[in-house]
């Protein structure tokens, strides 16, 4: 298996060569290649044998998450999530027999192989010759054997056999634009607004359209990498962890609690105004991607900069709630940034829709839609787990009595299989004192699965046999 690692390896796609090629599509319009990523697990790199035990891997990897693994007891509990044998997807678990009782685990994943083309042809392509010729599924591998062949079998003068590759899955997704062109989730509303920048080149429109009076995004690269424990030059291999999680959208069963947040809020007025700016209190931010720290309605203005605000005036959220999911997971502070922490989040949409009509409700999809959250951090302990536990899953969060996130806050107490929510504090108004309470809104997504990766240096994949 090392060996198919030592092959992947030349198909990285290199921070550099993204760099050259978005500047090339961005002066010339010239399309750049298929982007091609390789990822490990703990479990992974114990099943590689680059270390013989799990208390060695501590030594190296000081992240407790990526260790004990997403479907962990541990984790789960810290978390919030639901028992992944009851929530997730099949693919993701294995049936075990413990003490004669049959019960569904998750599986232990090995690795991730991320590839990504904008044009679909050319990512097919790829994709074949990759479980054709580096995986060696179905055909001979490029080290001359075929999957799955022993090494009895194997002729003599033949390289090392390709060991079997099983793979778990394969998730497709495919960016949702709406109808300015502006990439969206399945809820409708635009996404990948505010990310950390890093590069002189991700900030230029930032100059051209508003700055950073408000909010500065741009961050040090230590947000995401660390060095490569493996690297084969300190100095130069950098890694960093993934949080993959698969999300399940309800998106029928949004705009239900939309329209009965609405009516609690305002009986005396249906229209599509009114459900709009609930949707907008929900998320933070309208679905055309204006926040209302900024205004009371959206512009559609695909220059503007979206990002320039922050909450310094609004402490008590008169404007934006303080459970609104923008708020609970990036609560922008200018002056105590103690406990301030972010993630370099890349989220793709998966499933296709035909309709984002929200008022033809029988025609909304209820599964099989949703989002593959994936996330970057330098630490899943110091940034993503307490973005989940210290501000989604906390109701007394940045306030007693705040309530939990509106899309992604776990926790919840049941009562006989029902969720049962906090009432939370509403602005009936934009920026006025007129509020009201209600606990009409509540999480309408549902994970599926998942994982923590490491993506490795380069050196380190290219070195792999001589671990």
């Known amino acids: 298996m090392k060996k198919t690692i030592y ?27 298929t982007v091609v990523n ?22 190296n990897f000081c992240d407790p998450y990526f260790i004990k693994g997403m479907g962990s007891d541990w984790v789960r509990n810290n978390l919030k999530d639901l028992n992944p044998a009851s929530n997730w997807e099949k693919a993701y678990l294995e049936k075990k027999e413990e003490n004669g009782e049959i019960l569904y685990k998750p599986k232990d ?53 390709q060991e079997l590759v099983e793979i778990i899955t394969a998730e497709h997704a495919i ?12 809820f409708g509303f635009r996404d990948g607004i505010s990310n950390p920048l890093f590069l002189e080149s991700d900030c230029e429109d930032i100059d051209k359209y508003g700055g950073y009076s408000e909010w500065d995004p741009r961050s040090p690269l230590s947000l995401a990498l660390i060095k490569d424990p493996y690297g084969k030059n300190e100095d130069l291999s950098f ?30 007025n249906e229209s599509e105004s009114v ?28 220059y503007e900069n979206y990002n320039n605000f922050n909450y310094e005036d609004d402490s008590v959220g008169i404007k934006c709630p303080l459970h609104a999911h923008i708020r609970k997971v990036n609560h922008r502070p200018l002056k105590n940034k103690k406990d301030y922490t972010q993630i ?41 787990a307490p973005l989940q536990i210290d501000w989604a899953n906390d109701p007394n969060k940045p306030q007693p009595g705040t309530g939990r996130d509106n899309i992604i806050g776990q926790g919840f107490q049941y009562n006989d299989g029902q969720q049962i929510n906090e009432p939370k504090r509403w602005p009936l108004e934009w920026n006025t004192s007129k509020y009201k309470y ?30």
């Not at 992947?8 to 060569?17: K, Q």
């Not at 490990?40 to 501590?58: D, F, N, R, V």
Request: net charge positive.
């Open 7 to 33: 092959n992947i390896s030349y198909y990285i796609t290199c921070f550099r060569l993204q760099v050259e090629e978005a500047k090339h599509f961005k002066n010339f319009k010239v399309p750049g290649g």
């Open 38 to 59: 390789f990822l490990l697990t703990s479990k992974g790199y114990l099943a590689l044998g680059i270390e013989k035990s799990e208390s060695k891997l501590k030594e």
């Open 109 to 161: 994943i090995h690795a991730l192989l991320i590839l990504a083309d904008n044009d679909k042809s050319n990512l097919g392509q790829k994709v074949r010759f990759f479980l054709r010729d580096v995986l060696g599924i179905g055909s001979k591998g490029l080290n001359g054997t075929k999957g799955g062949e022993s090494k009895k079998d194997t002729p003599k003068g033949k390289d090392e056999e």
């Open 175 to 186: 960016l949702q634009r709406n109808d300015y062109g502006q990439v969206i989730e399945h």
């Open 239 to 268: 890694g960093s962890y993934l949080v993959y999680r698969k999300y399940e959208q309800h998106v029928k069963t949004f705009e239900l609690l939309i329209k009965n947040l609405s009516a609690d809020l305002h009986p005396e």
């Open 275 to 302: 459900l709009e700016m609930t949707r907008a209190l929900v998320m933070g931010r309208f679905r055309d991607g204006v926040p209302l720290a900024l205004k009371g309605e959206g512009r559609r203005y695909s």
């Open 344 to 384: 370099v989040r890349r989220g793709m949409t998966y499933g296709e829709r035909k309709n984002y009509n929200s008022l033809q409700l029988d025609s909304l999809p209820n599964q099989d839609v949703g989002l593959l959250f994936m996330s970057f951090q330098a630490s899943i302990a110091e940034q993503f």
């Open 438 to 467: 209600s606990n009409a809104m509540q999480s309408c997504i549902s994970l599926r699965g998942g994982e923590f990766f490491f993506a490795p240096s380069i050196s380190f994949l290219k070195n792999i046999d001589n671990l």
